[in-house]
């Protein structure tokens, strides 16, 4: 079975940075795609940023300039590095991958998510 574990997130001032991490592990032969989104109190989940097993990355437009995501393919680990952080980046933050896993005998692609890591910006 395949995991994705977060960590970093916290309890940082406006204008503060942080830095989240996601390592996957499992019978992971390869990983496509992988990003991070974020879930407010009452709202949605949206895409925060993502990027190519190549390296091309998208980001949303209310992060862009601020927030920047980087990935290690032989450590199987995403990062989001957010700095200028504003009370509105307050929310949970999931990664996600679309990862290809041998499992029973099979060759299996399927999405998969992390716990989840609370990032809170005080004002």
Excluded: H
Excluded at 22 to 45: D, E, F, H, L, T
Excluded at 57 to 75: C, L, P
Excluded at 105 to 111: A, T
């Amino acid at each position: 079975q395949v995991q994705l574990v977060e960590s970093g997130g916290g309890l940082v001032q406006a204008g503060g940075s942080l830095r989240l991490s996601c390592a996957a592990s499992g019978s992971i032969v390869s990983m496509n795609a992988m990003g991070w989104y974020r879930q407010a109190p009452g709202k949605q989940r949206d895409l925060v940023a993502a990027i190519t097993s190549g390296g091309s990355t998208n980001y949303a437009d209310s992060v862009k300039g601020r927030f920047s995501i980087s990935r290690n393919n032989t450590k199987k680990t995403v990062w989001l590095q957010m700095s200028s952080l504003k009370p509105e980046d307050t929310a949970v933050y999931y990664c996600n991958a679309d990862i290809v896993v041998f499992s029973d005998g099979r060759i299996r692609r399927s999405d998969y998510w992390g716990q989840g890591t609370q990032v809170t910006v005080s004002s």
